[in-house]
């Protein structure tokens, strides 16, 4: 059986990062991450909007604050260092109606607390930034961009093989049993006993957590996110990264226009309830997935709160017309034939028992295991952060 220092369950960014630190800072150190798909980033971190967050919407000393502050800048210093494209456009976040003001104004606090340059902005200056966009005031933040998140992994992945490190694809991790002091991690491609875990499972991190003897009260309840691509003719409605204010109550950011790195402008994404964790389209359906959403105290609870938002984004998943509806709020030039279908993400959303969206990052830790049990959004600007803190955590355990 392949023994290792430390056994990391998860090839996404998260995973990634943290093999990265582990490889660089510790390089005695015997590092394999398992992987069950064939390939590398096939869920969320290849699924997302590719956009490195300033840090502006997160409660100040959070660990979203803290980590997308911290790992935007490595992030950027990697990509700089690597040759890897990034740009720094800036975006816009816009109020399009007077009730949105006292919420864009908390957004605003929020980014002067966590140290983001931005400016609030009248009409006139959003015309200059954003000439087709709607607003009535706006928040500009010159320092958000865009970046390919997956040439960011696949970077990530030959560094970490070059310093030695293992990486085994389609080995799905199951059963984690304590063996002294090791513990014995069955995965379909072999055992392997290693004397720590790291778990970044996304979408499966509250399952692989549980595996490995953690309590978790949170459960996953997946989010579809369903995107559209500008056609190029009316790609000139934006210029780089239009945003909504968003809903408070909700972790997510509300339907955006996203320039892309590679070309292009992506709409979307809404947020769904998905009937399978990793089910990318309308018509997936797992029934273990739906049976243990459904039958969740914590999601009944939610459900209760929020069905009339949940039956909103529903009707939107439906039907085109209303997804245009919510952009033209954005950008009213926008017209249904401006869009071509282009993709969805699954968001991997922890939410508790009590029925409250976990909102921040959520790490826990035994003597042996780390678990990342709640990852979501900016966790692919922050990963290399979150990689760096998670390393640390392990570093106290071996001194
Ligand atoms: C629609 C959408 C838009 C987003 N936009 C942005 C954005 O613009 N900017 C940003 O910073 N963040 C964004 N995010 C969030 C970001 O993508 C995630 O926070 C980040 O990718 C999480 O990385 P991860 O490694 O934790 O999870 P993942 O990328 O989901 O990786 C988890 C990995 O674990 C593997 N795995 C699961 N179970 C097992 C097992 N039992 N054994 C072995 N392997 C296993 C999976 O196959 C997967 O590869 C977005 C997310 C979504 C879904």
Sequence with gaps: MPSTDVLIVGGGIVGLATAYHLTRDYPQRRVTIVEKESQLAQHQTGHNSGVLHSGIYYKPGSLRAINCRAGKAAMEQFCAAEGIPYDICGKVIVAVAADELPALARIFERGQANGVKCEMIERARLKELEPYSAGIQAIHVPEAGIVDFPAVCRRLAERIQERGGQIVC????????????????????????AKYVVTCAGLQSDRVAR?????????????????????????????????????????????????????????GPNAVL?????????????????????????????????????????????????FVRAL????????????????????????????????????????RVINVCNAPSPAATAS??????????????WK
Aim: net charge neutral.
């Design 170 to 193: 389609e080995a799905r991790a199951g059963r984690m049993i304590p063996n002294h002091d090791t513990i014995i991690v069955e995965t379909l491609a072999g055992e392997f006993d």
């Design 274 to 322: 998905a009937f399978a964790r990793e089910g990318y389209r309308k018509s997936d359906f797992s029934f273990a997935d739906t049976m243990e959403t459904l039958t969740f105290p914590g999601f009944l609870r939610l459900a209760r709160k929020y069905w009339r938002t949940g039956l909103g984004e529903m009707w939107r998943s439906f039907s085109k017309r209303a």
């Design 328 to 367: 033209q709020r954005l950008v009213p030039e926008i017209r249904e034939e401006h869009l071509a279908p282009a993709g969805s993400g699954v968001r991997a959303q922890a939410v508790a028992r009590d029925g409250t969206m976990v909102d921040d990052f959520l790490i826990l830790e035994s003597e």
């Design 211 to 267: 595996k490995s003897g953690q309590q978790v009260d949170s459960k996953i309840v997946p989010f579809r996110g369903e995107y559209f691509e500008l056609t190029s003719e009316a790609r000139y409605l934006c210029r780089n990264l239009i945003y909504p204010v968003p809903d408070p109550n909700f972790p997510f950011l509300g339907v955006h226009f996203t320039r892309l790195i590679h070309g292009g402008v992506e709409c």
């Design 384 to 397: 290399l952060n979150i990689g760096r803190l998670i390393v640390e955590k392990l570093a106290t355990r």
